[in-house]
């Protein structure tokens, strides 16, 4: 990384489309990541475009679930200017009331190219059905009929900035080529009068489920039918076994070197493909199962083999052998990731925003390292029971 | 470029009939714990025989995604998996790629499964029937139905060069997938996995027993001779022709352009790509059309030009290398745009494009472009795989010092003059052809503004500066001269049939 010549400059926001607890805002948190371009009264969006392009930054930005990051990839001779710039956009940002309502028309635009995957067609659904309370229920796009309301919200996005852009929710991180102890100099001066103020939302707690969850759904075109199971899972805790425990049983289940692939995607070739993502969420979200399959006729068998597996995971106990082949698949994958600057921050983007910080990755693996066979059977046990579980079965319409 | 951070070596080979030290493209990075392979075929789907459409394709999948005669693909799976690595292969229209990563720590055994993989296919049924399945499903369902966007780059592309062996996806054609047998893929890689058309690059912490090792390997290929397939020669366009896909479509995604003559490496390309930049910077807000039709005016999601091929743009931000081509087009990429907003958003765009050939850039622009392209270009080969992949391409466009050094000398060199004079040679906003997917109950509404040239106004439902509805009415208006003859109408259940 010394030598590359290139520093990643990531504002981590930790507001994601959780925080969008006041009915009517869905979608909020990423269309205010759009107006984080419109410039402030000391650098306007044209004086801060053109002070970006004349710097080659490659300057992106993305919203999802728990955060919002701000993503920049700078020489490592324009680091200061570019600190100038986000630190000035993050206290001073100022936008009027007619662009604020153009980037609305933007931000439909990218609701319109997404919405014709059956993918995104199944994820709404999915959330929509599986939370009652929480602010999961909806994705990070937002429902449509709210982002066809943005444009009147240009009051609400004021008190949105206000509340969630503040230092005490936002986490600078840098990885790359440049010298630590004077960028921590040009912090104090840059950042150094940013004022507290985060007001946590009140989010809702999801209640318990209690009982299975099925909808079928229809896609306005042709697709190989869906099949998504998606159980309750537990809030990040790199210290909590069950939750790291449950990370792997994911993948040890239903990952590509697990059974029930073998036997659906290679074996009798059911399924295009399946996967499985138990991820990290700041509150209880999902553990999802995904599949591609190739006949409508076999939905119904693919749910029952998923449904089987679950079964044998809550009973038997898997091998030390495949266990520690995934751990050690885990710390390859994670170091091999590493490579560049801002690789590297990508790699620690959602560790920030889940806890503040980047200790809780070696916490991760060193509880990693720890899971016993019988810790992921107990998580098997504790999640993927019938109470818990949701499935979206989605088929084209045209086939 | 500065701060390149690995050496560059060229460690020759003994021995005759085996890969010659020109085949061979080797970065050493000391520093770098793991080891990245890119084994480069100069074959691709040019080669695909008439009917067999999808046979290089399916071919290196055959490769990469399948078994080999050590290991089953399971068993495959079941290796690679702890060590976080996989097979990879991508095909091109001239070149396949099989490549991978891994930890030194897992080397050997990670070595021991892609020379199988390569030297040593099974050619199973059980393989070939699921790879065949999954191409099917991809043009039939995924690329007519989910992705309206890559579906409009497909179409334009094969407008394009229709004719030539440029004109098919990748992917092949769903009738001549279905009539690929194994005994096909057999013999394409018989024919065409030759030491001929070899390639080897390596890159990463790798040692010389390495080396030998692979040429060792490597030389177990047959000699075979180059494949020969003639550079594409898309007929002159003259006038705008227009293809409509139609389809159930909640908007309308749009894609236009042409053929140009300038490739990587020659002067003028440099002089395209950096005004290019300037209207259309893939996925940046630097791009002049992203600034008119999305940051004004909020159409759509976004707008770019390209003077290179750029596949998959929705879900990258940089092209992979290894895409490289004899024949380019340049073209214009609108992101879906509401549907009552089709005909202003080309309109727009095309407007844009004339002001270009027309006027030039601008002095101010053209310097702003050079500085914005003087740091930019940092950001194209960030990891040693992709910085292998780049030194191939520049075998491959015979660019001695590299693309990238090339491209930085460029930006020094080349004067307003130079790029005004390449676009007024190479760019055309008259003679292109121009592809709109877009919802069954537009088609003929489409044709009719189209063949009349009829004004296609616009509304918004929040109030814009005087100067932007102006505009606005002169971009409505902006004269089209399309014939009925221009245009062709297809159901999106018949393309790539």
């Not at chain 1, 402030?40 to 919002?68: C, L, Q, R, S």
């Not at chain 1, 099925?214 to 306005?220: E, F, H, Q, R, T």
């Not at chain 1, 537990?234 to 059974?259: C, T």
């Not at chain 2, 030194?104 to 399945?133: G, H, M, T, V």
Request: proline share 5%.
């Amino acid at each position: 990384m010394k030598g590359s010549g290139l520093v990643a400059y990531y504002t981590v926001v930790r507001t994601g489309s959780r925080d969008e607890y006041e009915p009517g805002k869905s979608g909020f948190a990423h269309f205010f990541e759009h107006m984080m371009f419109r410039g402030t009264e000391k650098f306007p969006a044209d004086v801060y475009n053109d002070m970006v392009n004349e710097m080659g930054v490659d300057a992106n930005a993305y919203t999802t679930d728990d955060y919002t990051c701000y993503t920049s990839v700078v020489s490592t001779d324009n680091l200061e200017k570019v600190m100038e710039l986000e630190s000035d956009r993050f206290q001073n940002l100022s936008y009027q009331k007619a662009p604020f309502q153009t980037e609305a028309g933007a931000v439909y635009g990218e609701y319109r190219k997404n919405v014709v995957n059956p993918w995104a067609v199944a994820h709404e659904a999915m959330m929509d059905m599986a939370f009652d309370k929480h602010t999961y229920q909806h994705t990070t796009m937002g429902f449509e009929a709210d982002i066809k309301m943005m444009p009147e919200q240009y009051e609400y996005s004021l008190s949105f900035f206000q509340r969630y852009y503040r230092p005490d929710n936002c986490v600078l991180l840098l990885a790359g080529d440049f010298d630590s102890a004077a960028a921590q100099k040009m912090i104090q001066k840059y950042y150094g009068e940013w004022k507290p103020g985060y007001q946590a939302p009140p989010v809702a707690a999801e209640p318990a489920q209690n009982g299975e969850r099925v909808k079928a759904i229809d896609y306005d075109g042709q697709t190989l039918p869906l099949v998504w199971v998606s159980y309750k899972g537990k809030a990040y805790n790199a210290a909590d076994k069950m939750v790291v425990a449950a990370f792997l049983l994911g993948d040890l289940a239903f990952g590509e070197n697990s059974e029930i692939y073998k036997k659906l995607v290679i074996e009798e070739s059911k399924v295009q493909f399946i996967g499985a993502d138990f991820g990290f969420n700041r509150d209880p979200k999902l553990y999802d199962i995904y599949s591609m399959v190739r006949s409508e006729s076999d939905i119904d068998y693919v749910i029952e083999q998923i449904d089987a597996t679950a079964a044998k995971f809550r009973e038997e106990l898997v091998s030390a052998e495949a266990l520690e082949n995934l751990k050690k698949r885990n710390r390859y994958g994670y170091l091999m990731d590493l490579d560049t600057p801002g690789s590297v921050a990508d790699a620690l983007a959602r560790f920030i925003a889940l806890t503040g910080n980047i200790d809780t990755v070696n916490q991760l693996y060193k509880t990693m390292q720890q899971i016993t066979p019988e810790d992921v059977r107990e998580a098997a046990r504790t999640f993927l029971v019938k109470e818990r579980r949701n499935i979206i079965k989605l088929k084209g319409v045209q086939s | 470029m500065k701060n390149w951070f690995f050496v560059f070596l060229l460690i020759p080979v003994l021995g005759a009939c085996q890969i010659k030290s020109e085949q061979m493209v080797l970065l050493k990075i000391k520093e770098d714990p793991t080891i990245s392979f890119r084994l480069l075929f100069k074959v691709g789907s040019q080669n695909d025989p008439q009917g067999k459409e999808g046979l290089a394709a399916l071919t290196a999948e055959m490769i990469s995604d399948a078994g080999s005669a050590e290991d089953s693909y399971e068993e495959v799976l079941a290796k690679l998996y702890p060590m976080a690595a996989g097979i990879g292969s991508s095909v091109d229209k001239e070149m396949t790629v099989i490549s991978g990563r891994t930890h030194k720590d897992n080397l050997a055994a990670y070595y021991q499964l892609l020379s199988n993989a390569l030297l040593k296919p099974a050619f199973a049924e059980k393989d070939f029937a699921r790879i065949k399945d999954n191409t099917l499903s991809y043009l039939k369902k995924n690329l007519r139905y989910s992705q309206d966007e890559e579906l409009g780059k497909e179409v334009l592309s094969s407008f394009i060069f229709e004719g030539t062996p440029y004109a098919h996806p990748e992917e092949g054609l769903v009738s001549s997938v279905e009539s690929i047998t194994l005994e096909d893929v057999r013999d394409f890689y018989k024919t065409n996995y030759t030491r001929a058309n070899l390639m080897v690059g390596l890159a990463g912490g790798f040692d010389d027993d390495l080396v030998e090792k692979l040429e060792k390997d490597l030389a177990s290929l047959p000699q075979g001779t180059p494949s020969a397939v003639p550079a594409p020669q898309p007929t002159p366009l003259k006038g705008t022709s227009v293809k409509i896909v139609s389809k159930g479509a909640p908007a309308t995604a749009i894609s236009f352009g042409f053929p140009i003559n300038a490739l990587r490496g020659d002067r003028d390309f440099y002089a395209l790509a950096l005004a290019t930049s300037w209207l259309g910077e893939h996925r940046n807000s630097f791009s002049h059309l992203y600034q008119v039709i999305r940051e004004t005016r909020g159409l759509n999601y976004g707008d770019y030009a390209y003077v290179e091929h750029f596949p998959n743009g929705g879900r990258r931000q940089f092209p992979p290398p290894n895409v490289a081509r004899r024949r380019a087009i340049f073209q214009i990429w609108i992101r879906p745009v509401p549907n009552e907003a089709k005909v202003f958003a080309f309109r727009a765009a095309l407007r844009e494009l004339q002001h270009l050939v027309d006027r030039g850039m601008s002095a101010e622009d053209f310097e702003m472009t050079r500085k914005f392209l003087r740091n930019y270009n940092l950001h194209y080969a960030p990891t040693t795989m992709m910085k292998l992949g780049y030194a191939m391409d520049d075998r491959f466009y015979g660019i001695k010092d590299g693309h990238w050094k090339r491209y930085a000398e460029m930006l020094d060199e080349l004067t307003l003059e130079d790029v005004n004079a390449a676009l007024r040679k190479h760019f055309s906003y008259q003679n292109l052809k121009a592809v709109f997917i877009t919802d069954a109950s537009q088609v003929e509404e489409l044709k009719a503004t189209l063949i009349g040239n009829t004004p296609s106004p616009i509304s918004y439902s929040s109030p814009k500066p005087e100067e932007v509805l102006d505009e606005d009415k002169v971009i409505s208006t902006f004269p089209l001269s399309i014939s009925a003859g221009d245009i062709t109408v297809e159901e999106v259940d018949t393309v790539f049939q």
